[in-house]
């Protein structure tokens, strides 16, 4: 089965450095990998995905991925962190369900906390 | 544009009342629906989720169930509340191979 891992709960970064927030999968087969955001009391949001092609995926507000197939990992990125960027990530894998619908498999998800 | 819509924002239920939660996607046709649960504001459990009206899946037994009367509407439903359905409830779609889109969730508490 499929699966994904986030092995911090929490990640404290300085404002203005730069910020990973680590995840790592396990699939069988090629890997469709996703990264969302949920800001306080509010839904998740889609940040960006890895299906195929370059290992470096830039998505929304700045933020990329690098996808490292021989770690099995797919850490999320951002070279300089902002407060407003302080919430919760989640990695994301997806996995066949029933009927040819897809689940995502999520993480625990990592609270970030940018201080200034 | 798509847009996703949950009500209530937020609800507090006595323990054994009956529960209705509503999600409406508009701007898209024959999306793939989900319910999600998420406990203490971490991560998050796959309620349910269907291909089509009146095409449910159960991922987990609980207390809850499911319906989805029209193409874009998904309801999230329970005849007697437990404490422990208190949580953060999201729905979500996707269409084919796309990415999945969340709503704005709705908080239950119940006391």
């Known amino acids: 089965a499929q699966s994904v891992a986030q092995p911090e709960d929490q990640v404290n970064v300085a404002e203005g450095n730069p910020l990973t927030v680590k995840c790592t999968y396990s699939?069988?087969?090629?890997?469709?990998l996703f990264w969302y955001v949920q800001y306080p009391n509010r839904g998740l949001q889609f940040l960006l995905k890895?299906?195929?092609?370059?290992?470096l995926v830039k998505g929304s507000y700045g933020f990329e991925a690098e996808f490292n197939k021989s770690q099995t990992s797919f850490h999320l990125k951002k070279p300089s962190a902002l407060v407003s960027d302080s919430a919760l990530y989640f990695c994301?894998?997806?996995?066949?369900?029933?009927?040819?619908?897809?689940?995502?498999?999520f993480g625990t998800g990592t609270r970030l906390k940018v201080l200034a | 544009s798509q847009t996703i819509h949950q009500w209530p924002a937020t609800l507090v239920q006595p323990v054994g009342s009956p529960l209705s939660l509503e999600c409406t996607v508009e701007?898209?046709?024959?999306?793939?629906l989900y319910w999600y649960r998420q406990a203490a504001g971490r991560g998050l459990q796959l309620l349910f989720y269907?291909?089509?009206?009146?095409?449910i899946s159960s991922e987990v037994p609980q207390n809850l169930s499911a319906s989805r009367p029209q193409d874009r509407q998904f309801i999230l439903s329970s005849k007697k509340l437990l404490l422990s359905d208190s949580g953060f409830y999201l729905c979500?779609?996707?269409?084919?191979?796309?990415?999945?889109?969340f709503g704005p969730g709705t908080r239950l508490t119940v006391t």
């Open positions: 994301a894998v997806r996995d066949m369900g029933g009927s040819g619908t897809y689940k995502y498999i």
């Open positions: 701007g898209t046709s024959n999306p793939n």
């Open positions: 699939v069988s087969g090629n890997p469709y």
């Open positions: 269907s291909v089509g009206i009146g095409q």
């Open positions: 979500a779609w996707s269409v084919g191979t796309s990415s999945k889109y």
């Open positions: 890895y299906i195929t092609g370059d290992n």
